[in-house]
């Protein structure tokens, strides 16, 4: 009776999985905070995105991952048409074509040696107006690269508009922007930060959200909206329900929801010492995530949750 009456499902084709990339690797990495995860290499990568087209996920989210000594205070590393990420969207796109919605992370965080999501101006801030100029040609090199959709998560103000010119200039209205809309400054990044290996001292309180506040939300919907985003996100998802069911029930573009490194790690770590169901637990936080709203979900457990909901 309750399958019969349930007013939320979880689809496969609900699930985005994001995945790491990491240069210069022969064997993937595990990621220390985050179980079960790992920095991939090439090969990996592209095995991962075929069993991801398996079990019925409909996108995968790239991260990249430069070698050390790549970083740089500008993140040159991203806007290299031969840099990781842009080898691994060339790589999962020749693996699985059009079968997987092939995203990537928009971002200058992963390939800066101060690990800011921006450039920094002579007092070492974020220089917002600066960073955009990035992030257009950041934009230019990802869809040359194949992406299908880009996901700019720096929330520098004026980010989805200036993407949206740049992909204009090179003709690439086919390119969708998934704008990371909704972005609080979260201790729930905390495990990410192995993942990609970030050096970040400090924190993005100047770019980022501040937790205490929701209707600023609205205010950065509207402003995405108008500059042309074509799908929101709301992140981290788990303890911003609140925010993301005011988001879903304003607008009518697709809304997707982040569950970040730290919902997954909180789970796994718990899991780990018996102290809660796994894989009920893991269910139920994505079932609440749809329930709130959101269209598509982003999860470390992608693969395997749309394995199991298929079998
Ligand atoms: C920025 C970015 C971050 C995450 C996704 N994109 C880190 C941050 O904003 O601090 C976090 C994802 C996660 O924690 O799972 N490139």
Redesign the pocket.
Known sequence: MRRMVAETRLHPADLIL?AFVREGVSAPVPIGTMPGVVQHTRDSLRAAAVEAVAAGVSGIML?GVPEEGKKDALGTAGTDPDGILQVALRDVRAEVGDELIVMS?L?L??FTDHGH?GVLDTDGRVDNDATLERYAEMAQVQADAGAHVVGP??MMDGQIGVVRDALDQIDRDDVAILA?TV?YASA??G??REAVGSSLKGD?KTY?QDPANARESLRELALDLEEGADMVMVKPAGPYLDVLAKVAQAVEVPVAA?Q???E?AMVEAAAERGWIDRDRAILESLLGIKRAGANMILTYWATEVARGLRG
Do not use: A, N
């Open positions: 994001p991260f992370d971002c965080d992963e999501c998560s720096g990371y972005k729930f990044y495990p990410f993005r980022q982040y970040i490194s730290g997954y």
